[in-house]
């Protein structure tokens, strides 16, 4: 099949670059012709694990072009995909100018009928307003249909989110679009979920504001978990063992972040703000997970005495591994409140080498970042960092601190660290470890204490 997927960010690349793997023929289209240039000349200008061979391979077989002229890109191709971004507006609504750009231009392109999709996350009815310009315009006659076909692809695992997904959602009007959607996707032995456009739109928002919920609940247990001395990850693991549950996404740490699911849980609230329906269970979400890092920065702060001139080291600043992105990353806000304590900050990422904080000293590698300093706090769970040498580490903290806030490092393992090597360790959710091993409930700072989650 041609294919023309419109917008080149990590869901359009994937999207083509995977598409062409099955085997189609697929142009990708931007406006950003520096990335355009690279693409061509088959270099990924983001960090995706596998993207990269996949696009080269696609280049080498002929199955995949790129290109800035969108025009042209839209009439060669049958299927047009639309992967454009749709981030926040100030009141939370999703800003659809990007999307209505490109349709404004399918509306005046020629070429034969086509089918457009929107993988874009879209709020409902997107579909419907769109179908309404192109059917009032001169593509008329041309267009099958719009469809929506939401992306599920975790950043870091998007290829194998794309390949192996769970399921496809489809959501069209017409027989001809479902045929030609299931023949697409024929390659892929996973399920296809059809619905109509409008639900398929919803599904998207649901899946996200369900992932984020089960996160704050966890996180909301974590604290509980705190106050009653009890270790959230033996609570988690007994939750998820519940196969109605599910194991995912119960990992309890310093909230989510990244560029999906704190715009996504925005939208879905306007959405409903937009229809009079109240939305309370994602509002609450949305509040714990604001609420998270003030946990991890009062544990620092109680541990410390004070934090006015202490020197803290953070290590991971991405909002999550296997990324370079720091979009709504809960790192930021971390260093804004060390910052505004007046901590002095160092930090290290092994995939950032520009921080949007200037008082933010950064470094090229872990021991570099956590010498000389009072506490380090963990905020991304990079493997490289479960593999520290904890002696060496004892020696270059001073007060041998240790702020998991991702509760990445085993709770036995850091007992047997703590005691042999005089630190202290503290996580989210599982009790304290002292430097001599021993264990006493997670410390809750008093004034965080039976605070209400504003
Ligand atoms: C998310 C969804 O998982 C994808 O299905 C969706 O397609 C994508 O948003 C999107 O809408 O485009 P992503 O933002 O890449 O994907 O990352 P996730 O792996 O979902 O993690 C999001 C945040 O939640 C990260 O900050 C992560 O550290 C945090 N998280 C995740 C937890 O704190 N605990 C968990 O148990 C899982």
């Not at 009439?75 to 659809?96: N, Q, R, Y």
């Not at 489809?170 to 697409?184: Q, Y």
């Not at 541990?303 to 290590?315: E, F, H």
Request: some cysteine; aromatic content about 6%; glycine content about 10%.
């Amino acid at each position: 099949m041609k294919i023309t997927v419109i917008g080149s960010g990590y869901v359009g690349l994937v999207t083509g670059a995977c598409l062409a793997s099955l085997g189609h023929q697929v142009i990708c289209a931007d406006t950003d012709a520096g990335k355009i240039g690279l693409l061509a000349s088959g270099k990924v200008p983001l960090f995706e694990e596998g993207l990269e061979p996949l696009v080269k391979e696609a280049l080498t077989d002929g199955r995949i072009r790129f290109t800035t002229e969108l025009a042209w890109s839209i009439e060669e191709s049958d299927i047009l995909f639309i992967t454009v971004g749709t981030p926040s507006l100030p009141d939370g609504e999703a800003d659809l100018t990007q999307l209505w750009s490109v349709v404004n231009l399918i509306a005046k392109s020629g070429g034969g009928r086509k089918l457009l999709v929107i993988k874009s996350t879209v709020p409902v009815g997107t579909c419907d307003s769109v179908e309404d310009l192109l059917r009032h315009g001169i593509a008329r006659s041309r267009i099958i249909d719009v469809a929506h076909n939401p992306e599920f692809l975790r950043q870091g695992n998007a290829v194998r989110d794309f390949l192996l997904p769970d399921r496809i959602v489809v959501g069209c009007k017409t027989e001809e679009a479902r045929t030609i959607m299931s023949d697409l996707y024929a390659g892929i032995a996973s399920p296809v979920h059809h619905c109509d456009r409008r639900s398929a739109e919803l599904i998207k928002y649901g899946s996200n504001a369900f992932l984020a919920m089960k996160i704050s609940f966890i996180n909301m247990m974590a604290n509980l978990s705190d106050e009653l001395g009890v270790d959230v990850d033996e609570v988690s693991a007994g939750i998820g063992a519940d196969r109605r549950i599910g194991p995912h996404f119960l990992q309890s740490g310093i909230g989510y972040g990244g560029s999906c699911f704190p715009k996504d849980m925005k939208a879905i609230q306007a959405l409903g703000k937009s229809v009079g329906c109240e939305l309370p269970l994602i509002e609450a979400a949305e509040r714990i997970n604001g609420k998270q890092p003030q946990f991890i920065v009062g544990k620092l702060k109680h541990s410390l005495q004070t934090m006015r001139g202490s020197r803290i080291a953070l290590l991971g600043l991405t909002f999550k591994p296997m990324t370079d992105d720091i979009r709504e990353a809960p790192s930021l806000t971390v260093c804004r409140m060390c910052l505004a304590e007046g901590a002095i900050v160092h930090a290290y990422d092994p995939m950032i080498r520009q921080y949007p904080m200037q008082e933010v000293v950064l470094h090229g590698d872990a021991y570099s970042a956590i010498d000389g300093c009072d506490a380090i706090v963990l905020l991304t769970e990079w493997d490289e960092f479960r593999l520290l040498d904890w002696g060496r580490v004892r020696k270059a903290v001073r007060n041998g601190l240790i702020v998991d806030g991702r509760n990445m490092l085993s709770h036995s393992g850091m007992r047997s660290v703590c005691e042999q090597y005089g630190m202290t360790y503290l996580s989210v959710g599982r009790p304290a470890i002292d430097r001599y091993g021993l264990t006493s409930p997670g410390v809750i700072p008093q004034y965080l204490r039976n605070t209400r989650v504003k």
